[in-house]
Each structure stands twice: as C-alpha cells, then as structure tokens.
C-alpha cells in the first residue's frame, strides 16, 4: 500500500515536471529524488534527459589554463 502512495506522489511530480530544466534546476531536483530510501531510477533518467546544457550554467566552474 505504502508503495502505491509512492508511486501516485511520484507521478504527480513527473507530471510537473518542465520540459526542460536549468542547471539549477536539476540539480534541485535531484536533491529531491535522491533525498529519499526509494530512489527511481528512471525518474533520475528523465530528469537528466529533461536537463538542455548552457555554457553560461557551466561557466563559473571552468578554469582556463593559456600553456
């Protein structure tokens, strides 16, 4: 029964999910998914696939060597 719940609070938030998420807001969510014992893998899939990468999300963490 407990895994029904689960399941029916899992698909409400799939369903909200955007169609694409910010950096940010991926990795929000996957503080979300993986701050629980039961951890659905396809839901990780779907958000990293949901995720469309910008260079300016990544670019406070390249560090440019010249040599």
């Known amino acids: ?14 369903d ?7 950096l ?3 990795i929000q969510e996957l503080h979300n998914a993986f701050n629980t014992d039961i951890v659905d893998i396809d839901h990780v899939q779907k958000l990293m696939a949901s995720y469309r990468s910008n ?9 440019f060597d010249r040599y």
């Open 16 to 22: 909200e999910l955007p169609k694409s998420l910010t």
């Open 1 to 14: 029964h407990e895994a029904r719940a689960y399941s029916k609070i899992l698909n409400k938030v799939k």
């Open 55 to 63: 260079p300016l999300d990544w670019k406070k963490y390249a560090k």
């Open 24 to 26: 940010n807001e991926l």
